[in-house]
């Protein structure tokens, strides 16, 4: 089945505007341009704890696309700075190993009810209710990171954001709830 050329035209047209903000072009809030530069899309960095997170997959199928996100979290947490962050069971070693690294005196908790207190939330499928991630949202500094969030998910979630930064891509969401900043959303690839 062929894509009528105006849907075609339309993805193009998307890819080009995540692929400039990618980059930094067309982030003017300068909180969100340090977040693309020196988190989402650093340039010439080397982290000390990307070596370990690629030792995670020792004896396993090495999959590049977990391996970046797991990059992206050793730098999100070393941003943020949180004391604890709440991952959602079922999370891979690797992302495990990014939190290590990145602080080892990091509270890292599993439990959903024990969530509430984590300034960080990172949420890959089911165990937590859209509710609790819109009231998770509304506390200024808190950030959730998000992967395949429905359309409708994401529309609730940047709508709750009272002020801050959005980053969106086809797979996974980010957003910060930062205070005194005016609410902005920015396409890109993560």
Not at 8 to 29: K, L
Not at 33 to 62: C, M, Q, W
Not at 111 to 116: F, G, H, L, Q, R
Not at 166 to 184: D, E, K, L, M, V
């Amino acid at each position: 089945m062929r894509l009528p050329l105006a849907d075609i035209g339309s993805r193009i047209i998307h890819a080009y505007i995540r692929w400039r903000h990618s980059r930094g072009f067309g982030v003017h809030s300068p909180y969100a341009y340090r977040l693309v530069k020196e988190v989402l899309h650093p340039s010439g960095v080397t982290y000390y704890g990307y070596a370990e997170i690629g030792d995670t997959f020792n004896g396993k199928a090495f999959s590049s696309r977990l391996y970046r996100e797991a990059c992206m979290l050793l730098r999100l947490v070393n941003f943020l700075q949180p004391q604890s962050i709440f991952i959602t069971p079922g999370a891979e070693a690797c992302h495990h190993t990014a939190l290590r690294c990145a602080d080892s005196r990091l509270r890292v908790v599993t439990d959903p009810d024990m969530a509430e207190g984590s300034p960080l939330w990172l949420v890959k499928g089911e165990g937590v209710t859209l509710e609790q991630l819109l009231r998770h949202l509304s506390t200024p500094g808190n950030a959730l990171g998000i992967l395949n969030p429905s359309a409708a998910e994401y529309r609730a979630l940047l709508a709750a954001l009272p002020e801050g930064v959005a980053f969106r891509s086809p797979r996974s969401a980010i957003f910060i709830h930062r205070p005194q900043t005016a609410r902005i959303e920015y396409a890109i690839n993560l």
